[in-house]
Structure formats: C-alpha cells, structure tokens
C-alpha cells in the first residue's frame, strides 16, 4: 500500500499496542473479540455497559491499522475528554466542534489532511459542514467509530436526529470499516443500529452486563416517609465513597435535599436549574470527594467517571431500564461492593406519563393549535407557548401544557408551516403557511410510534421493579437476548431477601403488638388479598380488613367480603405494612396499576395450616410481635412510631393543588389525619390545615368522631367568619373551653364546611 507516512499504524500487533500504548497488562472482557473483529476489517457492533472500556474498542485498532480514525460523539464535553484521554497515551489526536474559533477549527482541518491526527473527534453535524467535507476528502479512512451508537435508533431511549444521516455518511466515505458503540441498546435497538448504518455480515460483541459487586434492590414504598427511612438506613450503614440520590425532576431534588437536610445530612444539589458553573463546581466537588453525598436529576453524570461510588438511589423510578442501568451502573466502578437501589411507588409513574403525554402530543392538539395559528394568519406574531397553551385551555375543556404546544410547534416547524424563536425578551412566531390541517406535513404515524417507544419503555421498567426474577438477570437479558444460561446472581433482593442494613430501617419501627399468632395474622392478611381479586390497591385491602365502613368500601361492596373486618384490632398503617410484608416476602405481585394479588407462594401459605417457614417466620417476627404466645398482656395498640416534622410543600392560591386532594381523598377513604401525615410524610399540622381550607371550599370532609360538645357551638359563635389565613392563637385565646391545637383545628373545619353548605342553600337568608 502507498500510504503516506503519517497515516501508517502506530502499533504493530494489539497485544504490543494494549502493552506500550495504553500501558494495560491485559483486555477485559469483550475487549479482545471486539478489537480483533474491527481489525480483521468487520463491521462490528459492541454493547457494553458504562466504564467497562469501550473507548478502547475503537482507539485501539485505530492505533494498529493504516489511515485515520474518525469518531463520532455526541456531545461536546465527553469529546473533549476523549481527546485528552488519547493525548495521555500519546496517540495524536484532536477534536473539531463548534466550540472553536474558526481559526483553530481550520487549523486542525489543515492537521487532519496533512496526517497530524490518528484520531478525529466530530459531533454528528459536522458532516453538514462542505469545510469538513472537503478537508476529509483524499484522507484515508481507516476506522469510522460512532460511540453512543443508540442514538441512531428511533427504538433507542435518546434518539438524536442528526444521527440518523450517519448511514448516508458512511457510505459517502466509502464504506469504511465501521464500529458502532453503546453501552445501551436492546436486542431490537442493536438490529435497527445495524439496518441504518446498512451492515451486513457485522460482529455483534455484547458483553459485561453483569455486574457481580453491585447489589440491586427495589423497595416498594408506600409513602414519602417510608422513601426517607429507607434512604437515611442505607446511607448510614454506607459510610465509606460516594452517594448519588437520582430524582426525576429539579423539584424533586430540592424537597429531598431539604427533608435530608434536616435529618442532619448535608447533600449537594445537582439539576439544570443551576448555572453551567454552579453544576461545574459541584460536579468538581463531587469527582474531589468534597460532596459524597449528592442528590441529582439524570443531567448529572454523562462521563463522570468516579470508582468508589458506593450507592446509587432511585427515589423515582426511572423512565427505562437502559436509563435505569446507565444511572445505577455508575455505582461500584472500582469493582468493590455497591448498592443500587430503587424506591418504587406507583405514583411516581405520572411524571414520566406527563413527559411522554407533552412531548408526543395527540394529532388533535396539534390540529388545533394550527387552526388557532390560522386565526392569527400568515406572517409574524408576538405568540409563545405559553399564551397559546393558555388560549387553548381557555378555548377548550381540558388544560394544555405549553411544554405540548413547545412540542406541537415544532413538529409544525419541521413540516416547514412554521417558524418561532425569541428576539431579546420578545417572542416571535411566523405563520408561514396556510396549509389546511389534513394537509399538515407531519408524520402523525412516526408520532404515534414514539410515544409507544416510550411507553414500552416504561412498561419495561415497572417489570423490573414489580417482577420476580433475579433482578441481575432481568437486566442482562434485556440488554441480550443470546444470554439464555444466565445465573441468578444470588445477590439482588429477590435471590437473597432484604438486604442487611434494611434491617435498621425496620427496627425503626416498633413491631405491631397482636393478640392472635402472628401466622393467623398473615393467613388473614392473604385471604384479604385473595378476596380482593386481583382488584384492589395496598390502601383499599387495608381499608376492608379493618372494616371501614368509608364509602370507596361500602360503594364496592368490600363490606359485604367475608374478610371485612377480621381484622378489625388493627390500624391501617399497620395493615399497609403487613401488606408491603406480604410482597417483601413474594407472597403478593402488584400490576401496573399498584392492585395486589397472591403468588402461588401466597395462595399456598393461605391454604396451608403448617407452621411458618423460619424465613417466613423471621420475616415477619420483626414487625409482628404476638401476646398470645408469649402471655404478655398487650398495651392498647402498637406503639405509634415518632412523626417526623417535614416542611409544608408550598400551595397554590386559587385551585387547588394536588397535594389537597390526595389529603382529600385518604381522608374519605377513612384515614386519620395523623395517619394522612404519616402516610404523606406531611407533619399533622398540614394535614389540618388542608383540612380546613377543603372545608370552606366545601370538599365534605368525614369529621364527625371529633365533634366536640362544648367547643364546637362556641366556634360556631366566635369564628362565624373566621378564615383559614387568620390567626390561630388570637381564636383560641378568646375561646373560654380548654382545647388543642389539633382539637381546634378539626372543629374549625366542621364550621366552615357548614357554613359553606349554609351559603349553597337557597332559601338562606
Ligand atoms: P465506557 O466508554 O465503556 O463507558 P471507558 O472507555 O471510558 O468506558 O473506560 C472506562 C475506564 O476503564 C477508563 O478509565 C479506561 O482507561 C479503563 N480501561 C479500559 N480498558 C481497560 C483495560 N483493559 N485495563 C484497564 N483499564 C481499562
Ligand atoms: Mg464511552
């Protein structure tokens, strides 16, 4: 071959190049096969998980074959530190991107024609530049690398559309040999990589998915407070590296940062509301050891590199499990044990619902926002998101979210009807088109298919947290379907039960006290949830055992189970935990939508009359404590656990927020409201105050059993029209009965809700 000089390899062998190049003593797993197959000239597809090596798999042959390597990456910073990666191993190498002035951009193109640079790193829009394309042509090719390969993939879970021009690319350069990289794809996303880059006869290394030191765990939770014991057990049985807490959104990442804030710990926050240099420092402090305990959105940790991370938490459940494992994969780099764990409450579902809903749109929407646009005309206009969200929600009977009118204009701008931007504090739209809507030059059926991608997605991540598999196994055979043989890795939760330091969060609960063994207690339980027919959630089952006579129960005919009420000693806190027990020990599975029904394990240990098993047995001695037993006498109930002050999520004026009406709604389903303030990890004094001002706007709240005889009618007189946003204490110093705080506040709500039913009635005068 007649190459010139430069462009010749640098290395003879892959054995000399790991050696004196990179300085390793040997290859890690998938390394050597994928290497050799790039070097023996095949196109090949490697999938291996974060930190196991990748960037190897490409700079090495890039090292023993003749010409240029030229890589893809698709962001700016992990380009850079690619590049400074291959300058410490001395391998000549440079990046070209818009953060450079033109001046040096033309400099390293002049580099790159003349054989300055083994290796070029590019983002995937630099082949829309005729410079690039023009300095490239006459360079030979060697190796085309395209690292977070998933992105090509409209089946991936972060799909770039300037990827998907890299096929056409590939062929522009003459088909050089080709390796795609990701630490993500599914058997159906590897496929997809290689029908849009047109391999064919391509080797497929997918390799290091397990991950034998980390320890995974999914912990049902129920409530806020249960996520916070949890938390708190783990991170101090975890006293050595570093910590990441991952939440799905920056609000998030501020209340818990605040609520561990106050349990002494001291967190650092981590989300795109701060500034680039705000989340440079902390990212600094973090990789420093300064910050080991850091509570972050997923915009932390593209490239963060750092071996002894020895927790990684999901207070919310992800949106997919290649997300899942890019995040929780970042523990344990070093090799040494880690923990990964995923606090799992259904609710949190409705964040990513809300994502997927606004970011694919329905066709209707997007229809009738271009009729409204078509009101305004053709040309320009002072419009945003915003006020069109506000006009159609005006306009119609639902809310639209500006974020789904931000995603509806920009598939109208793809379609080339549209064009929008803002110009200084001003916004503009131009209304390009009068197009008619049928005419709207959108892919309604590519819309339709990446809003089912994202579902999928989540759907897949559930399985995850709610299956039963070793949760090892699980995620090495969603990442490969040729992994058939596959062990249990006798490690995770479901292999080996609870880990270890859940333990301390148990114990800070008092066991409940029962009179009956506690094995009569757990048959209850289960014949409850079997009564219950696969129909009913965690709340409801409870709700029924102890006989509530609310109107979710009676309205179902739950009173009418012959399990109403066989447990009627108990309270519903208690029973939620015997059930949250139940799935612990794999007696129950929940569905997507949070209903309980029994494993085969469950219907057999409701049927039998065998003892307990010891794991079984031990289990569940550790939250049920039986007199019966032993003689003791029981105290009246369970000790009740110490409430937790948390702050007051900050309410909205005008309607009301969410938070009322999940107050509203465990209140009608006959909880307590020390019971709501626990189970909502709210203190009872909110949980009042949500009381009271439901009541005056006339939610019928079930309030009767605290009536009180005396005080009630002189409420009646003195706070005729007292108002939620007036002073307590001045109410209460003028009152001549003697009560609480708590007292006060339940009888005020009976006062406002009946003086809102007095204004609702006509002939009140
Ligand atoms: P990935 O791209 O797969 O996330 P990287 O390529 O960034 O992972 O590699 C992670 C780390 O592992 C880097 O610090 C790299 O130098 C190191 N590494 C890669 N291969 C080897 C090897 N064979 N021996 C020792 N260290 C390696
Ligand atoms: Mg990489």
């Not at 829009?125 to 410079?131: H, L, M, T």
């Amino acid at each position: 071959m007649n190459l010139p000089a430069p462009f010749a390899p640098i290395a003879p062998s892959i054995d000399a190049a790991l050696h004196d190049i990179f300085g390793f003593e040997s290859f890690r797993t998938g390394q050597r096969r994928g290497i050799e197959a790039v070097v023996e000239g095949n196109d090949t597809l490697i999938v291996m998980p974060t930190g196991s090596g990748k960037s190897l798999c490409y700079m090495l042959p890039g090292c023993v074959l003749p010409g240029l390597t030229l890589a893809v990456s698709p962001l700016i910073a992990l380009m850079k530190d690619q590049a400074d990666a291959l300058e410490s191993f001395n391998i000549p190498a440079t990046y070209i991107n818009s953060s450079l002035s033109w001046d040096e951009q033309r400099q390293r193109l002049a580099g790159m024609r003349a054989g300055a640079f083994k290796v070029v790193l590019v983002a995937p829009e630099r082949f829309k530049s005729q410079a690039f394309l023009d300095a490239l042509a006459g360079v030979p090719i060697g190796l085309f690398a395209i690292d977070e390969a998933h992105c090509i993939s409209q089946w991936g879970h972060d799909f770039r559309p300037d990827y998907l021009n890299l096929g056409e690319v590939r062929q522009k350069l003459g088909a050089p040999t080709t390796l795609a990289l990701t630490a993500t794809a599914t058997p159906d996303v590897q496929r997809d990589i290689a029908a849009q880059l047109d391999f064919d006869n391509h080797s497929v290394v997918v390799s290091g998915f397990e991950r034998p030191n980390l320890f995974f765990e999914v912990y049902p939770a129920r409530s806020r407070r249960s996520k916070y014991e949890r938390i708190e057990a783990l991170l101090d049985q975890t006293p050595e590296g570093s910590k990441v807490i991952y939440c799905a959104t920056r609000k998030q990442v501020e209340e818990v940062g605040r609520n561990l804030r106050e349990s002494g710990y001291y967190p650092a926050l981590y989300h795109a509301g701060l500034s680039d240099q705000e989340r440079d420092e902390v990212q600094d402090a973090f990789m420093a050891g300064d910050a080991p305990l850091l509570i972050a959105t997923n915009a932390f940790g593209m490239g963060v590199d750092k071996s002894d991370v020895r927790a990684i938490v999901h207070f919310n459940i992800p949106g997919s499990v290649e997300a899942y494992y890019q995040e929780a994969g970042r523990a344990g780099r070093d090799g040494e044990p880690a923990h990964c764990l995923l606090l799992y409450n259904r609710a949190d579902l409705r964040i990513h619902e809300f994502f997927t809903e606004n970011s694919f749109p329905d066709r209707k929407l997007v229809e009738r926002l271009w009729t409204l646009l078509q009101k305004h005309g053709v040309g320009m206009h002072t419009l945003d998101a915003d006020m069109l969200a506000d006009h159609l929600s005006r306009a119609g009977d639902d809310r639209v979210h500006p974020w789904a009118v931000g995603s509806a204009l920009r598939l109208l701008e793809r379609g080339g009807h549209l064009a929008f931007g803002q110009r200084g504090p001003a916004p503009w739209l131009e209304v390009i088109d009068q197009a008619r809507t049928r005419d709207l030059r959108v892919d309604w059926d590519a819309l339709n298919a990446r809003r089912g991608v994202d579902e999928q997605h989540q759907e897949d991540m559930v399985r995850y947290a709610t299956g039963h598999t070793c949760r090892q196994v699980y995620l090495v055979r969603y990442f490969s379907d040729t992994a058939h043989d596959i062990a249990e890795c006798k490690r995770c939760d479901r292999c080996c039960g609870p880990p270890s330091y859940a333990q301390a969060a148990g114990q800070v609960r008092a066991p409940i006290v029962v009179r009956e063994p506690a094995q009569t207690v757990l048959r209850k339980v289960l014949s409850g949830i079997a009564r219950a027919r696969g129909k009913w959630g965690a709340h409801v089952i409870a709700a029924m055992l102890r006989g509530s006579r609310a109107k979710k129960i009676t309205g179902a005919g739950l009173d009418r189970l012959s399990t109403h009420g066989i447990l009627h000693a108990l309270r519903q806190d208690d029973l939620v935990r015997l059930l949250d027990v139940c799935s612990q020990l794999g007696l129950t599975t929940q569905n997507t939508y949070g209903c309980l029904s029994l494993t085969d394990a469950g219907t057999e240990l409701m049927m039998s009359s065998e003892p307990l098993s010891e794991t079984v047995a031990d289990v569940l001695a550790r939250h049920l404590r039986s007199t019966s037993e032993s003689g003791e006498i029981p105290p009246g109930r369970a000790a009740s656990r110490p409430t937790e002050s948390f702050p007051r999520p900050a309410s909205g004026d005008g309607e009301l927020g969410e938070t009322y009406l999940r107050t509203l709604m465990l209140a009608r389903e006959g909880h307590d409201y020390r019971q709501i303030a626990e189970e909502r990890g709210l203190t009872p004094s909110s949980v009042l105050r949500h009381f009271m001002t439901l009541a005056q706007r006339g939610h019928k709240l079930p309030l009767d059993d605290h009536a009180d005889g005396r005080l009630l009618p002189e409420l009646r007189e003195l706070a005729s029209d007292w108002s939620p946003d007036d002073k307590l204490a001045e109410l209460k110093e003028r009152l001549t009965t003697p009560c609480d705080y708590d007292t006060l506040k339940l009888n005020l709500a009976i006062v406002l809700q009946e003086r809102f039913e007095h204004a609702q009635t006509p002939e009140a005068s």
